[in-house]
Protein backbone atom coordinates (compact mmCIF):
# COMPACT_ATOMS: atom_id res chain seq x y z
CA UNK A 1 0.00 0.00 0.00
CA UNK A 2 1.34 3.34 -1.04
CA UNK A 3 -0.12 6.55 0.82
CA UNK A 4 -0.11 9.77 -0.26
CA UNK A 5 -0.92 12.92 2.49
CA UNK A 6 -1.51 16.44 0.96
CA UNK A 7 -3.69 19.55 2.15
CA UNK A 8 -1.34 20.98 4.54
CA UNK A 9 -0.68 24.51 4.78
CA UNK A 10 -0.41 27.79 6.81
CA UNK A 11 -3.69 29.18 8.45
CA UNK A 12 -5.02 31.44 11.08
CA UNK A 13 -6.32 30.51 14.42
CA UNK A 14 -10.03 29.44 13.45
CA UNK A 15 -9.68 28.39 10.28
CA UNK A 16 -10.04 24.97 8.61
CA UNK A 17 -8.33 22.66 6.39
CA UNK A 18 -9.33 19.27 4.66
CA UNK A 19 -6.40 16.86 4.99
CA UNK A 20 -6.35 14.21 1.55
CA UNK A 21 -5.00 10.49 1.70
CA UNK A 22 -5.06 8.72 -1.41
CA UNK A 23 -3.93 5.04 -1.72
CA UNK A 24 -2.99 2.98 -3.79
CA UNK A 25 -1.31 -0.95 -4.63
CA UNK A 26 -3.26 -2.80 -2.85
CA UNK A 27 -7.40 -2.95 -1.00
CA UNK A 28 -7.59 0.27 0.56
CA UNK A 29 -11.43 -1.34 1.63
CA UNK A 30 -9.20 -3.53 4.08
CA UNK A 31 -7.43 -1.49 5.56
CA UNK A 32 -8.48 0.73 8.99
CA UNK A 33 -6.92 4.37 8.41
CA UNK A 34 -6.21 6.56 10.28
CA UNK A 35 -4.30 10.02 11.37
CA UNK A 36 -1.64 10.23 13.49
CA UNK A 37 0.49 13.72 14.05
CA UNK A 38 3.96 14.39 14.84
CA UNK A 39 4.72 18.32 16.22
CA UNK A 40 8.05 19.58 16.56
CA UNK A 41 10.12 18.26 19.78
CA UNK A 42 7.30 15.70 20.48
CA UNK A 43 6.52 12.48 19.77
CA UNK A 44 3.85 11.16 16.83
CA UNK A 45 0.35 10.67 18.32
CA UNK A 46 -2.95 9.82 17.52
CA UNK A 47 -5.74 12.04 15.69
CA UNK A 48 -8.54 9.88 14.26
CA UNK A 49 -9.04 6.34 12.75
CA UNK A 50 -11.81 4.79 10.80
CA UNK A 51 -12.86 1.66 10.49
CA UNK A 52 -12.73 -0.06 7.08
CA UNK A 53 -16.49 -0.28 6.72
CA UNK A 54 -16.21 3.75 7.64
CA UNK A 55 -19.09 2.80 10.39
CA UNK A 56 -16.76 3.73 13.09
CA UNK A 57 -14.36 6.37 14.07
CA UNK A 58 -12.40 7.12 16.91
CA UNK A 59 -10.56 10.51 18.27
CA UNK A 60 -7.82 12.03 20.45
CA UNK A 61 -9.32 14.00 22.95
CA UNK A 62 -7.41 17.07 21.92
CA UNK A 63 -9.17 17.00 18.92
CA UNK A 64 -12.88 15.52 19.30
CA UNK A 65 -15.57 17.81 18.35
CA UNK A 66 -13.36 19.92 15.72
CA UNK A 67 -11.53 17.01 13.93
CA UNK A 68 -14.01 14.52 11.24
CA UNK A 69 -12.45 11.44 9.60
CA UNK A 70 -13.72 10.06 6.53
CA UNK A 71 -13.33 7.91 3.87
CA UNK A 72 -14.33 7.11 -0.13
CA UNK A 73 -13.49 3.95 -0.93
CA UNK A 74 -14.46 4.21 -4.48
CA UNK A 75 -11.65 6.92 -4.47
CA UNK A 76 -9.08 4.78 -2.36
CA UNK A 77 -8.89 8.05 -0.31
CA UNK A 78 -9.30 9.48 3.48
CA UNK A 79 -10.06 12.41 4.63
CA UNK A 80 -9.32 14.56 7.44
CA UNK A 81 -11.46 17.95 7.82
CA UNK A 82 -9.69 20.30 10.70
CA UNK A 83 -11.96 22.74 11.98
CA UNK A 84 -11.47 25.52 14.33
CA UNK A 85 -7.87 25.11 14.01
CA UNK A 86 -5.57 26.21 16.94
CA UNK A 87 -2.13 26.71 17.19
CA UNK A 88 -1.50 23.51 19.07
CA UNK A 89 -2.60 21.75 16.22
CA UNK A 90 0.50 22.72 14.41
CA UNK A 91 2.32 19.61 13.26
CA UNK A 92 3.24 16.98 10.38
CA UNK A 93 0.37 15.09 9.58
CA UNK A 94 0.80 11.33 9.01
CA UNK A 95 -2.15 8.86 7.62
CA UNK A 96 -1.58 5.36 8.35
CA UNK A 97 -3.37 2.47 6.60
CA UNK A 98 -3.58 -0.95 8.67
CA UNK A 99 -5.03 -4.22 9.33
CA UNK A 100 -6.21 -3.80 13.27
CA UNK A 101 -8.60 -0.67 14.05
CA UNK A 102 -6.32 0.71 16.62
CA UNK A 103 -4.70 4.03 18.40
CA UNK A 104 -1.54 2.67 18.47
CA UNK A 105 1.26 3.83 16.09
CA UNK A 106 3.01 0.33 16.06
CA UNK A 107 -0.60 -1.43 14.97
CA UNK A 108 0.15 0.44 11.18
CA UNK A 109 2.01 -1.33 8.60
CA UNK A 110 1.48 1.55 5.74
CA UNK A 111 2.51 5.19 6.75
CA UNK A 112 2.14 8.16 3.87
CA UNK A 113 5.31 10.86 3.90
CA UNK A 114 3.28 13.46 5.70
CA UNK A 115 1.95 17.44 5.33
CA UNK A 116 2.21 20.08 7.26
CA UNK A 117 0.24 21.82 8.81
CA UNK A 118 0.91 25.32 10.48
CA UNK A 119 -1.44 27.30 12.87
CA UNK A 120 -0.74 30.52 13.61
CA UNK A 121 -2.10 32.45 16.33
Known amino acids: VQLQASGGGLVQAGASLRLSCASSGSTFSGYHMSWFRQAPGKEREFVAV????????SYAGSVKGRFTISKDNAKDTVYLEMNSLKPDDTAVYYC???????????????WGQGTLVTVSS
Open 50 to 57: ISRSGHST
Open 96 to 110: AAGRTYSTRRTDYDY
